[in-house]
C-alpha cells in the first residue's frame, strides 16, 4: 500500500515536505522499487515530477529541477519530495507510484496548494 502524506497549504516562496511511505513490503523489495512523484493540476493531465530510481538515481522534471529534492530511507519504506520555492503553479494533487518488476501502485495523493 503507498501512503501519501505532508500536504497543505503553504505562500508561494515556502515549503513543504511530502512523504510517501509503502507498507506490507519488504526492506528489499522496496530498495529495488522505483519510487516517483507525479502531479496533477484541475484540468490538466497528471505530470512527472521527481523519481528515485532502484539504483539510487534521482531525475526531476525541468519545472522543478533546483526547487524540489527528491530522497529515500529505505530502512522506513519511505520516499520524501522536499519541495521549495514554492509557485502558484505547484498547486496540485501529488501522487506517489512504486515500480517493482510488473508491479505499478499508486497512492490515492496528497493535495498541496500554493497561495500567493
Known amino acids: 500500500q503507498v501512503v501519501e502524506s505532508g500536504g497543505g497549504l503553504a505562500q508561494a516562496g515556502g515549503s513543504l515536505r511530502l512523504s510517501c511511505t509503502v507498507s506490507?513490503?519488504?526492506?528489499?523489495?522496496?530498495?529495488?522499487?522505483?519510487i516517483g512523484w507525479y502531479r496533477q493540476a484541475p484540468g490538466k493531465q497528471r505530470e512527472f515530477v521527481a523519481e528515485?530510481?532502484?539504483?539510487?538515481?534521482?531525475n526531476y522534471a525541468d519545472s522543478v529541477k533546483g526547487r524540489f529534492i527528491i530522497s529515500r530511507d529505505n530502512a522506513k519504506n519511505t520516499v520524501y519530495l522536499q519541495m521549495n520555492t514554492l509557485k502558484n503553479e505547484d498547486t496540485a494533487v501529488y501522487y506517489c507510484?512504486?515500480?517493482?518488476?510488473?508491479?505499478?501502485?499508486w497512492g490515492q495523493g496528497t493535495q498541496v496548494t500554493v497561495s500567493s
Open positions: 507510484n512504486q515500480k517493482f518488476g510488473t508491479w505499478d501502485y
Open positions: 506490507e513490503t519488504t526492506y528489499a523489495t522496496f530498495r529495488l522499487s522505483a
Open positions: 528515485s530510481s532502484r539504483a539510487g538515481d534521482t
